[in-house]
């Protein structure tokens, strides 16, 4: 079921940042622009085996994209971006 959620800061590590980028072919400050400050977003939680996931479809650019997201561990509305692909 998915469930609305605000993002404030979207973190994006540097191995994550090349791992999107070059394998995936997205940039990232799409997926910023896309998922930052934006109100009306939604999502589906799940708790994996890694912790917990936000798993959220976009469109940018005219394609679908399923960005994967972590939430912070003590910062409200910050998440870290876990990846991001075409599926």
């Known amino acids: 079921m998915a469930v609305p959620f605000w993002i404030s800061s979207l973190?994006?590590?540097q191995r994550t940042y090349e791992k999107i980028s070059n394998r995936h072919g997205l940039r990232v400050?799409?997926?910023?622009?896309a998922l930052e400050c934006r109100?009306?977003?939604r999502g589906t939680r799940e708790q994996t085996e890694r912790g917990p996931r936000?798993?959220?479809h976009l469109q940018i650019e005219r394609?679908?994209?399923l960005a994967?997201?972590?939430p912070h561990e003590y910062e409200v509305d910050?998440?870290?971006?876990a990846?991001?692909?075409r599926p």
């Open 11 to 13: 973190l994006v590590s």
């Open 29 to 33: 400050n799409d997926l910023r622009e």
């Open 39 to 41: 109100p009306g977003l």
């Open 54 to 56: 936000l798993y959220v």
């Open 63 to 65: 394609e679908r994209v």
């Open 68 to 70: 994967v997201l972590v």
């Open 78 to 81: 910050v998440y870290y971006l």
């Open 83 to 85: 990846s991001a692909y």
